[in-house]
């Protein structure tokens, strides 16, 4: 592991869609790439069951954050007991990655929260609401809690008007 290297690198497990899910967060995220490609071998066929020249990992960065997608097949599917929270500075980046990462066939939730198209789980928050409901105003954050429960995709005015009021 070089210096530069992250300690730790999710890796997130899908049937076979890994390159076509890297593909897909790269496009919707600012400083994000694809960085490398391996393939499966012959080597431990008994064991992976897999074709050789089938696209085993992808190594990629979305927002300089690394990830690994493994294709390694059906056995495990994503739940909401992961999932990435993306910060939004305003409602413009609320409504950008709310509708992107919904794009294809995702679905979605309560409270910020949705699945994309592969069923990876996502929070889709202001950053405003962090500094509310971490803040000093206890009723001020209890207002703006309130108001987030009842929402889907949060709206920043109605979060700041629970929270002013």
Request: charged share 25%; with cysteine.
């Given at each position: 592991?070089?210096?530069s290297s992250p300690l730790i690198t999710p890796?997130?497990?899908?049937?076979?869609?890994?390159?076509?899910?890297?593909?897909?967060?790269?496009?919707?995220?600012?400083?994000?790439?694809?960085?490398?490609?391996?393939?499966?071998?012959?080597?431990?066929?008994?064991?992976?069951?897999?074709?050789?020249?089938?696209?085993?990992?992808?190594?990629?960065?979305?927002?300089?954050?690394?990830?690994?997608a493994l294709n390694g097949g059906p056995q495990?599917?994503?739940?909401?007991?992961?999932?990435?929270?993306?910060?939004?500075?305003?409602?413009?980046?609320?409504?950008?990655?709310?509708?992107?990462?919904?794009?294809?066939?995702?679905?979605?939730?309560?409270?910020?929260?949705?699945?994309?198209?592969?069923?990876?789980?996502?929070?889709?928050?202001?950053?405003?609401?962090?500094?509310?409901?971490?803040?000093?105003?206890?009723?001020?954050?209890?207002?703006?809690?309130?108001?987030?429960?009842?929402?889907?995709?949060?709206?920043?005015?109605?979060?700041?008007?629970?929270?002013?009021?």
């Amino acid at each position: 592991m070089s210096l530069s290297s992250p300690l730790i690198t999710p890796c997130l497990w899908f049937d076979n869609e890994g390159e076509e899910a890297a593909k897909f967060y790269t496009s919707i995220f600012p400083n994000s790439e694809i960085l490398s490609v391996s393939h499966y071998s012959e080597a431990g066929h008994e064991t992976h069951g897999q074709l050789a020249g089938k696209v085993l990992t992808v190594n990629f960065k979305i927002s300089n954050t690394p990830f690994v997608a493994l294709n390694g097949g059906p056995q495990f599917k994503f739940t909401e007991a992961v999932s990435f929270q993306v910060d939004c500075k305003d409602q413009a980046e609320v409504d950008y990655y709310w509708g992107k990462l919904l794009e294809g066939g995702g679905t979605e939730s309560e409270c910020g929260w949705l699945k994309d198209k592969f069923g990876l789980s996502w929070q889709v928050v202001p950053v405003q609401l962090k500094e509310w409901l971490s803040g000093e105003d206890k009723e001020g954050a209890k207002r703006a809690m309130e108001a987030m429960m009842k929402m889907v995709k949060m709206d920043i005015a109605r979060l700041k008007d629970a929270f002013k009021a």
